[in-house]
């Protein structure tokens, strides 16, 4: 991997990244709802909406607002909420972090559940074992993630009463409470994710387990066990990388669901709810943060 | 034409998958006109009432009968996830064959744009698509139009540049056929397998996305009997009525499956090759 290599993949990172934030601009433009008008109310003289449209800038050639936006948030300056007043920034990093705490629990159970699933699957391929596993998995990509958020609420916190419903504690102030209202999100996620996964990683080891090297490992007389972690494992793992990379981007998408579902005040909600109130300035940064 | 048939119900997802699409095609079709009740028919004495002898699945929070809201509502739900797809397809396949076409950097620089959309999650890009275009079942079918666009240019390119490289198209080529001929009786009839696999898998995604705009509130609006609007209505009363919610989330499973499944016959009965 050399540097040119590195340099060209970074360049090409800053790249979409700066197409996205004029794509989720020039979106979120598109809003028919007058800023100045959302600010003031309906009743405002227009004089007052003149000198508010002139204060934030929105009789500006578009390019223009772009660019002041830009240059703003490169140094961390997010504005302010048009229905709270308050500034965009710490709204934003407070609720990123609930979020992140919410997608690394998901990713790191994933990833202990749909790794050993496949191996499992693939070494018994064929057999009720892998039938069953594959039935399972179809299903959990089949059902979006509010069904299966509803599905799980319903059972464990409703019949069993074993978790919270809803809501969320921050891990500070109770840390086993606050877990407890994290397990309903996170398996929700979760669920998806290791179907998808645990497939890729069983297709992966079948196709691995067939191929020449694998059969000269155990003609050379290697115990089965020894093949499996220091070949196959190896081998098959590596293009699961690339899924799991392509699950994360799934995973954020999620994660605006599962939020709304369960009332966790993290960044999904905090789009959905400046969404729904047309709040520009919130809106922004927080799709921004996807890629 | 048959042949396909055949070998696509020989599998059996194949046949489940088609089994279950007839099933849903019909439903979209006359299930208003075959539901034992309106559902729109407010009963308030009848609210909540389990599934039984007068609503076989049970009334909602207004009483009105679930079992026809769930029949009236695949025309809510299916068609227009399904229109979706299909203009995304469309548009992702101009994009995508125009790309394979013009080749070089014309090329690398449309897909790096492509790349840079796709960056967004689907989910995200419909949200925000609708969020300015506004609410409604129309503005969320474009929003999940355009955000499939992106993926549909990738796989129409990738399937277009593998053809575009096949022998047949060589040999079109030194034979001296005309550049109309080769895309039309050559390039394109193996273009469209790969693609109508990958649009019956979308669709899928389509109608789940569909399912989940209308769920925050952003897609299909009350009182339509649309699946996802169904189910967010119905989540207030999980405790007291679980099968106003079990009903239409069941639904959309079953149609993602459907989908899945068809689809993945499609793949299966057009890879003659496969055969095990």
């Known amino acids: 991997m050399s540097t040119g290599w590195l340099l060209r993949r970074l360049f090409l990172v800053a790249y979409t990244v700066l197409v996205v934030s004029v794509l989720v601009f020039a979106i979120t433009q598109v809003l028919p709802a007058d800023a100045a008008v959302t600010l003031l109310g309906e009743n405002a003289t227009p004089e007052a909406l003149a000198a508010v449209r002139d204060r934030l800038g929105l009789n500006d050639p578009i390019w223009l607002q772009y660019w002041h936006w830009l240059t703003a948030a490169l140094t961390g300056d997010f504005g302010h909420s048009m229905r709270t007043g308050q500034p965009v920034a710490p709204m934003m990093l407070t609720a990123l972090s609930r979020s992140l705490l919410l997608a690394l629990l998901s990713i790191l159970l994933m990833l202990a559940v749909a790794v050993p699933l496949g191996l499992w699957a693939a070494l018994r391929q064929g057999k009720a074992a892998d039938l069953v596993t594959g039935f399972i998995s179809y299903i959990g990509v089949s059902l979006p993630e509010f069904v299966t958020a509803t599905l799980l609420l319903i059972v464990l916190a409703d019949w069993l009463q074993w978790l919270p419903a809803t809501g969320y504690v921050p891990p500070g102030e109770d840390f086993w409470d606050s877990m407890a209202h994290l397990v309903l999100p996170v398996l929700t996620v979760s669920i998806i994710m290791v179907a998808h996964v645990s497939r890729m990683v069983r297709s992966e080891t079948i196709d691995v387990l067939h191929s020449d090297y694998i059969r000269a490992a155990r003609l050379k007389g290697l115990a089965p066990r020894s093949v499996l972690l220091r070949h196959v494992l190896r081998n098959a793992l590596l293009p699961v990388i690339t899924i799991v990379a392509l699950d994360v981007g799934y995973l954020l998408g999620g994660i605006i669901v599962v939020e709304e579902i369960f009332a966790l005040p993290g960044i999904g909600r905090q789009l959905i709810v400046a969404i729904t109130a047309r709040d520009l300035p919130p809106s922004r940064p927080a799709r921004w943060s996807w890629p | ?276």
């Open chain 2, 1 to 276: 034409m048959t042949d396909l048939l055949r070998r696509l119900l020989r599998t059996p997802q194949g046949a489940i998958g088609s089994a279950l699409l007839v099933l849903l095609a019909l439903l979209c079709l006359l299930g208003p006109e075959l539901a034992p009740r309106d559902p729109e028919a407010i009963d308030f004495l009848g609210r909540f009432r389990p599934p039984g002898a007068q609503n076989w699945l049970g009334a909602d929070q207004l009483g009105r009968d679930v079992l026809s809201r769930l029949m009236t509502g695949a025309r809510s739900t299916i068609p227009l996830a399904l229109l979706a797809t299909l203009l995304g397809t469309l548009a992702g396949a101009v994009i995508g064959t125009l790309s394979a076409y013009l080749g070089g950097r014309w090329d690398e620089a449309i897909m790096r744009n492509v790349d840079a959309v796709m960056a967004i999650p689907g989910l995200l890009l419909a949200l925000l698509l609708v969020s300015s275009l506004g609410k409604g079942s129309l503005n969320a079918t474009l929003a999940i139009a355009i955000a499939f666009t992106p993926g549909m240019a990738r796989v129409t390119r990738s399937v277009a540049l593998n053809v575009r490289a096949q022998d047949y198209v060589k040999a079109a080529l030194a034979r001296g056929e005309h550049a109309s001929f080769i895309v039309l009786r050559e390039m394109l009839p193996n273009v469209v397998g790969p693609v109508v696999v990958e649009t019956t898998i979308r669709v899928a995604f389509a109608v789940m996305l569909f399912a989940t705009l209308s769920f925050l509130g952003l897609g299909a609006q009350p009182p339509a009997p649309e699946w996802g609007l169904m189910v967010a209505e119905a989540r207030r009363f999980v405790h007291q009525a679980p099968w106003i919610i079990l009903a239409p989330a069941l639904a959309i499973g079953v149609t993602a499956i459907a989908f899945n499944l068809l689809g993945d016959g499609l793949r299966d009965a057009l890879n003659p090759r496969d055969e095990r």
